[in-house]
């Protein structure tokens, strides 16, 4: 399956997980509950993702990291709806380079039980996934989640609001301008419609 599919299937989670046929691969588990089994590693789904959104995780990881002062487990906003968050879920690697860092939405996160050095999370589309952090190391993420994607909707809506302020200034100086560009629009409508 391809990411933009996954992308439009909406991620809960992202798991690393290793695979009888496809060895250390990844998981993804959309807003529907159902698995993706991706024969890559989690590190190459993510840049995948990130490049789907037009994202540099590496400055994201370091601006946001700045933030909320911390340079690991840092929080990745890739929209305005998807904040994902790096948590443990593999205990051991079976090899040094597999990782055990996957991947949870943010806004997904429906309910988390302690159990006691761990915890367990209730995705909204009804998965449960085993985290190996502490239930209040995993709060103290979301707050940081909740930080980040406030910050990263104000940073966001001004940038969308000074565009839009461009596109309409040189018709706010020029109002026959803007009756010539809607007469050319109109007309371009009436050519395409046969009219």
């Known amino acids: 399956m391809d990411v933009e599919t996954l992308i439009r299937a909406g991620i809960a989670a992202l798991v690393p997980v290793y695979e009888a046929v496809a060895g250390n691969a990844t998981r993804v588990i959309t807003l529907d509950g159902k698995d993706h089994l991706i024969a890559n590693t989690l590190r190459t789904v993510i840049r995948r993702i990130a490049r789907a959104y037009g994202a540099d995780l590496t ?39 597999d990782g055990t860092v996957g991947y949870l939405s943010y806004y997904e996160i429906k309910k988390i039980t302690d159990e006691g050095a761990s915890c367990r999370v209730l995705l909204s589309c009804g998965r449960e996934l085993k985290v190996f952090l502490a239930k209040t190391t995993l709060l103290e ?4 989640a909740r930080l980040i994607a406030g910050i990263y909707e104000e940073r966001h809506k001004a940038r969308a609001e000074e565009y839009i302020r461009e596109q309409k200034e040189p018709y706010l100086k020029d109002p026959l301008k803007l009756r010539e560009e809607l007469i050319s629009l109109l007309l371009k409508i009436l050519i395409k419609s046969g009219g």
């Not at 993420?141 to 940081?144: A, L, R, V």
């Open 59 to 97: 400055a994201l990881r370091e601006n946001y990291g700045k933030v909320i002062n911390r340079r690991n487990y840092v929080p990745v906003p890739l929209s305005p709806s998807l904040i994902l968050i790096p948590v443990k879920l593999r205990e051991r690697p079976l090899s040094e380079n």
């Open 141 to 144: 993420y979301m707050k940081d």
